[in-house]
């Protein structure tokens, strides 16, 4: 696994400084400068937008990834990525005219904003760019070229949103037109991601059909429903607590989960260069190189995912102390609960490793479909239900018994499939040292300033976590890791 460890590792420093941008701007920079309702608006339009945005991708850019390498022919495989740019056209430009034409569009998204077609432009806009740039960042996954598109979706949107905030305070840009930058930073990221996958790899234009296009229709149809299906649960909570609350409780909520997001920095790292391998290794029908990457997938996922879940909930009054030193809005401790709910759930999917990208490049991708579905039609009824009974914690609530009920209906599914599952003893010794170590330390409180504290246990803790799965051997690739960074020393 070596270029798996190798483009990882530079993946999560480019996620890991994504989240110290996006912590400035969530906690710090939003909160202060704009305050929670403009914030809150500003994350529920973009959340509407991650809604529409499978609409106008069509599953095409997973399409490639699973395609690609069944392509006999180099002539095949340009016919493919030609056919990627194209076939997002017939969808985008009949859908963009027909939302024009219904109010109740407008109605559902801004029941309380004047200016309706202004933000339903960015929604739009934002949608199409994210849309492309997703189908040329799956033309550098196939490549293995994963690293500068990742800096791209994960860093360069946090530099983006700071320095439009920066423009923001010092009075450069009002309320729209910092909505409009928005949308023109997005397209400048398409732009960059396109001219680095050309200088990749240019693909010949033959001006014809892939000879599968049929095979590509029907799988982008189902990846297309099932990815709106995950973007619903993704991003419905933020966009029914407006519904039901107030943009406020966006914010709020968008902290604690951005918080929570942390753990799954691992897992974002790694499926980028992962999915390719293990779409390769269905094609070529190699089962026990397909067992070893959901096996070695899942196992470091968890580990190193458990050490964030350990160090963020262990310090959760403290994080929340420096919250309100920030900030003057003391309503952030409110989203505290949502946290530690929100960590299981990544947690449990971390733990599952490689299983999502097997299902998806496999036969049996139409069972994702029926998941998906179902998943996102139990979340509108459970957020519909919890949040009006708990609040924009039972937003929480609810995605956390979505997720948990769905994984375990994948790992079934998995091993009932292909006779293999993620787990292993080790899986259980993770789990015991993750339970211990929150157990110890979830009530240990230092009587020094919250940074301190932070610091002092999240060091602490750090050495225990790495120290004993590095005796007991847990990981081979964590503990070669360490010997590397060791023998430097």
Not at 217 to 235: E, H, K, N, P, V
Not at 319 to 345: F, Q, R
Not at 404 to 428: A, D, E, G, Q, R
């Amino acid at each position: 696994m070596g270029i798996i460890a190798r483009q990882s590792f530079y993946n999560i420093l480019s996620i890991l400084l994504a989240f110290a941008l996006g912590g400035l701007n969530t906690i710090v920079f939003y909160p202060r400068v704009m305050g929670p309702e403009f914030h809150g608006l500003v994350g529920a339009l973009l959340a509407n937008s991650n809604i529409i945005q499978p609409l106008f991708s069509y599953g095409i850019q997973f399409s490639v990834i699973k395609f690609y390498s069944a392509c006999k022919t180099q002539r095949d495989q340009d016919n493919l990525l030609i056919f990627s740019i194209v076939l997002p056209l017939f969808v985008i430009i009949p859908l963009t005219l027909m939302v024009y034409q219904f109010d109740f569009v407008l109605d559902y998204f801004f029941k309380d904003q004047s200016k309706a077609t202004d933000y339903l432009f960015l929604i739009l806009s934002v949608a199409i760019s994210t849309a492309y740039f997703e189908i040329f960042y799956s033309w550098l996954r196939i490549q293995k070229k994963t690293v500068f598109g990742n800096f791209l979706k994960e860093v360069y949107q946090r530099v983006m949103i700071t320095i439009l905030i920066m423009f923001y305070l010092i009075g450069w840009l009002g309320f729209n037109s910092f909505l409009y930058a928005l949308i023109g930073g997005y397209y400048l990221r398409l732009l960059l991601i396109l001219s680095y996958a050309l200088r990749t790899y240019t693909p010949k234009i033959h001006w014809e059909f892939p000879n599968n296009t049929k095979v590509l229709l029907r799988y982008c149809s189902y990846i297309f429903l099932t990815g709106f299906s995950a973007s619903i649960i993704l991003d419905l909570d933020k966009s029914m607590i407006k519904q039901y609350l107030t943009t406020d409780y966006v914010s709020f909520y968008m902290v604690a989960i951005f918080i929570a997001a942390v753990i799954d920095t691992p897992s974002r790292a790694m499926v980028q260069i992962v999915s390719p391998m293990v779409a390769e290794s269905l094609n070529t029908n190699n089962k026990s190189r397909l067992k070893e990457l959901l096996k070695k997938s899942s196992l470091n996922l968890l580990l190193i995912s458990g050490l964030l879940f350990v160090v963020i909930n262990i310090n959760l009054q403290d994080i929340y102390k420096l919250i309100e030193i920030l900030n003057t809005e003391k309503g952030y401790v409110a989203g505290l609960p949502i946290i530690l709910l929100i960590s299981v759930t990544k947690l449990f999917s971390a733990s599952l490793g490689c299983l999502n990208n097997i299902i998806t490049n496999s036969k049996y991708y139409r069972y994702l479909l029926i998941f998906s579905v179902a998943s996102a039609s139990a979340a509108v009824v459970l957020n519909i239900q919890f949040i009006s009974t708990y609040g924009f914690i039972g937003a929480a609530i609810a995605t956390l018994i979505v997720v948990t009920i769905f994984n375990l209906l994948k790992i079934i599914l998995v091993f009932y499939k292909f006779k293999i599952h993620p787990f292993s003893i080790k899986s259980i010794w993770i789990l015991f040292l993750i339970l211990t170590l929150y157990l110890i330390f979830v009530n240990v409180n230092l009587d020094f300033h919250p940074f301190v504290s932070v610091s002092l246990k999240s060091i602490l803790v750090g050495i225990l976590y790495l120290g004993v799965s590095y005796f007991l051997g847990l990981s081979n690739e964590v503990n070669q890791l360490l010997n590397r960074l060791l023998k430097k020393q």
